[in-house]
């Protein structure tokens, strides 16, 4: 009686018996979400963005054209003379004549093959230019080298700025010039043409006496 008066006093409370069996319902369990969910085809365009961007990298590196390097091997002096001219003044004028044969060395570094349309070699005098010449050119396989040989004949040229220096020089046995070989070329490619631009200076100390070059320097 006393423990029916009890769950009688204590409303909402049921007393179990204790040989009932009673079934709770299933605790409700909420689902976790992964930290790191993968999706395929965000992975897919990745990857291939990825290898689009190395291509172009690649392609840019190997196509992107580069110059030619040129390298001058040996100067060769055929002969060299001044001659006097007479004119209406009481000085006369002087003109040099020069027989020069350059050899130089081309580099391709290029994955297309160079063409290069001529050589311009220009001679120059004590800052005073004196005359050009211009040699044909022709093609270079791709990441290969060839040898050129330009020959400069200047006759007649006269000059009127250094005129007692050219005749001081001359006599003296150590005449300077200096040199411009300029390289116009194109890279063969399939769509593009790029166009290519090499100039090597060289300054020349000449023996008229015996046809020798005493010294040579040459640079870009």
Same mark, same amino acid.
């Given at each position: 009686?006393?423990?029916?008066?009890?769950?009688?006093?204590?409303? $909402?409370?049921?007393?179990?018996?204790?040989?009932?069996?009673?079934?709770?319902?299933?605790?409700?369990? +909420?689902?976790?979400?992964?930290?790191? *969910?993968?999706?395929?085809? #965000?992975? #897919? #365009?990745?990857? &291939?963005? /990825? %290898?689009?961007?190395?291509?172009? &990298?690649?392609? $840019?590196?190997?196509?992107?054209?580069?110059?030619? $390097?040129?390298?001058?091997?040996?100067?060769?002096?055929?002969?060299?003379?001044?001659?006097?001219?007479?004119?209406?003044? !009481?000085?006369?004028?002087?003109?040099?004549?020069?027989?020069?044969?350059?050899? #130089? @060395? !081309?580099?391709?570094?290029?994955?297309?093959?160079?063409?290069?349309? =001529?050589? +311009? /070699?220009?001679?120059?005098?004590?800052? =005073?230019?004196? $005359?050009? &010449?211009?040699?044909?050119?022709?093609? !270079?396989?791709?990441?290969?080298?060839?040898?050129? *040989?330009? *020959?400069?004949?200047? @006759?007649?040229?006269?000059?009127? =700025?250094?005129?007692? @220096?050219?005749?001081?020089?001359?006599?003296?046995? @150590?005449?300077?010039?200096?040199?411009?070989?300029?390289?116009?070329?194109?890279?063969?490619?399939?769509?593009?043409?790029?166009?290519?631009?090499? +100039? &090597?200076?060289?300054?020349? /100390?000449?023996?008229?006496?015996?046809? +020798?070059?005493?010294?040579?320097?040459?640079? %870009?």
């Amino acid at each position: 009686m006393a423990s029916q008066n009890r769950g009688d006093a204590e409303e $909402g409370y049921h007393e179990l018996s204790q040989d009932g069996y009673y079934e709770l319902p299933p605790y409700p369990q +909420t689902r976790r979400r992964s930290c790191c *969910t993968f999706s395929w085809p #965000v992975v #897919v #365009v990745l990857v &291939v963005m /990825v %290898f689009l961007v190395g291509g172009m &990298v690649t392609a $840019g590196f190997v196509l992107w054209p580069t110059a030619p $390097g040129v390298e001058v091997k040996m100067w060769k002096l055929n002969g060299i003379s001044v001659d006097s001219k007479e004119t209406e003044s !009481i000085l006369p004028a002087y003109q040099l004549n020069v027989s020069l044969d350059m050899l #130089v @060395e !081309i580099q391709n570094p290029n994955y297309a093959g160079l063409v290069y349309k =001529d050589v +311009t /070699v220009r001679i120059v005098y004590r800052g =005073d230019e004196v $005359g050009q &010449v211009q040699s044909e050119g022709e093609r !270079i396989k791709a990441r290969s080298s060839a040898n050129h *040989t330009a *020959t400069v004949e200047l @006759e007649g040229n006269e000059i009127f =700025d250094n005129a007692k @220096e050219l005749v001081a020089d001359y006599y003296n046995g @150590e005449l300077p010039l200096t040199t411009y070989a300029t390289f116009d070329g194109y890279l063969k490619f399939w769509v593009a043409e790029p166009l290519l631009k090499v +100039t &090597v200076a060289c300054d020349l /100390v000449l023996n008229p006496k015996n046809n +020798t070059i005493l010294s040579q320097e040459c640079g %870009f």
